[in-house]
Each structure stands twice: as structure tokens, then as C-alpha cells.
Nanobody, 118 residues
Framework: QVPLVESGGGLVQAGGSLRLSCAPS????????MGWYRQTPEKQRELVAA???????VYLDSVKGRFTISRDNAKNTVYLQMNSLKPEDTAVYFC????????????WGQGTQVTVSS
């Protein structure tokens, strides 16, 4: 599978904003859903937000109202706008995609660190 490449992570103060971007590193067949996961050493990887091919979205309860996922189908790119960031949002954020007829996430990025200071 062609890997995905994330960008936009970094260090921000609590209350600040960051925008993550993710796109394939090469040609990729028929992306349907795209999403963002996050992981810390203390917690298992969790789904933060996902967006389907009809722009239907799902969000982790703790980020509802603060994070917005969007996609540019022409560029096969997905974005995660993160506002009102909290220290508990600190994690490595991973981009994921479902391609073709896949029913599980079958393409992943390498992860980007987001650190929110208090």
C-alpha cells in the first residue's frame, strides 16, 4: 500500500489551534473513507475523527465541537482542524484511509506529534 504522509503537528499552548494535513505519497486507488487516530504511551490508539465518501463524519466525544475533519477529493487529502486544544489532546496523530472495497483501514501514515502545553 502507498503510505500516507501527515504534516502540521507541533507544539502549541492550551487554547491554541493546529491544522493537520494528510495525503498519499504516490498514486493510490479509490480512497473511500479517511480518518485520524491518535495514540499515547498510556492509551491504545483511538479514532479521533473520520469522513466518508459522502462527507459523513464521526468524532470522538471528547473532541466534538473543537475538531473538524474535512477532505479534498481532487487531492486525496484529508485535514483535521483542531481548535481549543487541551493538554489531554497531546498524542501522536495518525492518518488512515480505506481504499477500494476495504472495510478496514488499510493505509496509514507514519504519525505526527501534537503537544499541547498547559
Amino acid at each position: 500500500q502507498v503510505p500516507l504522509v501527515e504534516s502540521g503537528g507541533g507544539l502549541v499552548q492550551a487554547g491554541g489551534s493546529l491544522r493537520l494535513s494528510c495525503a498519499p505519497s504516490g498514486s493510490i486507488f479509490s480512497i473511500n473513507a479517511m480518518g485520524w487516530y491518535r495514540q499515547t504511551p498510556e492509551k491504545q490508539r483511538e479514532l479521533v475523527a473520520a469522513i466518508g465518501c459522502s462527507d459523513d463524519t464521526v468524532y470522538l466525544d471528547s473532541v466534538k465541537g473543537r475538531f473538524t475533519i474535512s477532505r479534498d477529493n481532487a487531492k486525496n487529502t484529508v485535514y483535521l482542524q483542531m481548535n481549543s486544544l487541551k493538554p489531554e489532546d497531546t498524542a501522536v496523530y495518525f492518518c488512515a484511509a480505506k481504499t477500494g472495497a476495504a472495510i478496514t483501514w488499510n493505509a496509514w501514515g507514519q504519525g505526527t506529534q501534537v503537544t499541547v502545553s498547559s
